[in-house]
């Protein structure tokens, strides 16, 4: 079974509009973090955001919030105000305490196209 | 600039060949990740060192090969290069933890 999945190929959003990104994760584990990386054509891959399984709260980093729902065992990435640079792919990934690993799971991605 | 550094950023080889990539983590980051980012099975996770140690393993194949030396700095070594190989091989540092991982540019391999 896929442990990150995000449903979502393609998005695209008008410039100044919010726009959400799905995803969903499976894990048996009660401690684990979240993530969400954002890759432009240049290749790169920027992290945005983190959620750790027993945050309270929701993540926030300046126009990027997560909404971390834990019964349904989603973590959608919300950006505001969308902009041209926005324009990339966008990453969700897991991290679970195998062990003592700490490597990242990643979904498939998401292609974020911001039209002006 | 996530403060990981990866050289180089291109590399072109031919079949059965052999290359090293090079990855210079974070200052005082102690965990050194790689990964495999290709069209047909997407950004997989191939091997992870510790303060010098092998952590744990992936999807690495037997004719590749980490290690992380004493300075932190790490090196994977990919032999007998077929053209399934070619992909973008990513370097992440992390100082250890449920920590978020800091990814450097990639190296974009081309095996012709």
């Known amino acids: 079974a896929q442990k990150i999945t995000q449903t979502q190929p393609g998005m695209f959003v008008q410039e100044k509009e919010a726009v959400t990104l799905d995803c969903t994760y499976d894990?048996?584990?009660?401690?684990?973090?979240l993530f969400w990386y954002k890759q432009p054509s240049s290749g790169e891959m920027i992290f945005l955001i983190y959620?750790?399984?027993?945050?309270?709260q929701n993540a926030t980093e300046g126009r990027y919030s997560l909404n971390f729902q834990k019964a349904r065992k989603s973590a959608n990435l919300v950006i505001s105000a969308s902009q041209l640079g926005d324009s990339a792919m966008y990453f969700c990934?897991?991290?679970?305490?195998?062990?003592?690993?700490?490597?990242?799971?990643f979904g498939s991605g998401t292609q974020l196209t911001v039209l002006p | 600039d996530s403060g990981v550094t990866q050289t180089p950023k291109h590399l072109i080889t031919a079949t059965g060949q052999r290359v090293t990539l090079r990855c210079s983590p974070r200052?005082?980051?102690?965990?050194v990740y790689w990964y495999q980012q290709s069209l047909d099975q997407g950004l997989q996770f191939l091997i992870q060192?510790?303060?010098?140690?092998?952590?744990a393993k992936g999807n690495i194949l037997e004719r590749f090969s980490a290690q992380q030396f004493p300075d932190l700095h790490s090196e994977l070594n990919l032999s007998s290069l077929e053209l399934g190989d070619s992909a973008l091989y990513f370097c992440?540092?992390?100082?250890?933890?449920?920590?978020?991982?800091?990814f450097g540019q990639g190296t974009r391999l081309t095996v012709v």
């Open positions: 894990t048996s584990d009660q401690s684990y973090g």
């Open positions: 060192y510790y303060n010098g140690e092998e952590r």
């Open positions: 990934a897991m991290r679970e305490p195998s062990g003592s690993a700490r490597q990242l799971t």
């Open positions: 200052s005082g980051d102690l965990s």
């Open positions: 992440a540092s992390s100082p250890g933890g449920n920590t978020e991982a800091f």
């Open positions: 959620q750790g399984s027993y945050d309270e």
